[in-house]
């Protein structure tokens, strides 16, 4: 598998940790309420924030590539 392929196999592998720890924070938010819940929560935000940095990440270096050709 080459790199670039590899960025962006991470990118969505950060998007699918946010989804599921959105979903586990919603079963345990109406099992057990938000006193345990809130840091799945966080987590979520925090995968997708995670997310959002490496794919600025790879549209600049793509656009670093693509300017030296």
Not at 6 to 31: Q, S, T
Not at 56 to 67: D, G, L, P, V
């Amino acid at each position: 598998m080459n790199k670039d392929k590899f960025i962006i196999v991470i990118e969505y592998a950060w998007i699918l940790m946010a989804v599921f720890c959105l979903a586990a924070g919603i079963y345990y938010h109406n099992k057990i309420g938000i006193n345990r819940a809130w840091m799945v929560y966080a987590m979520s935000v925090i995968s997708l924030g995670m997310f959002g940095v490496r794919r600025m990440q790879r549209k600049n270096a793509e656009k670093r590539k693509n300017r030296f050709k």
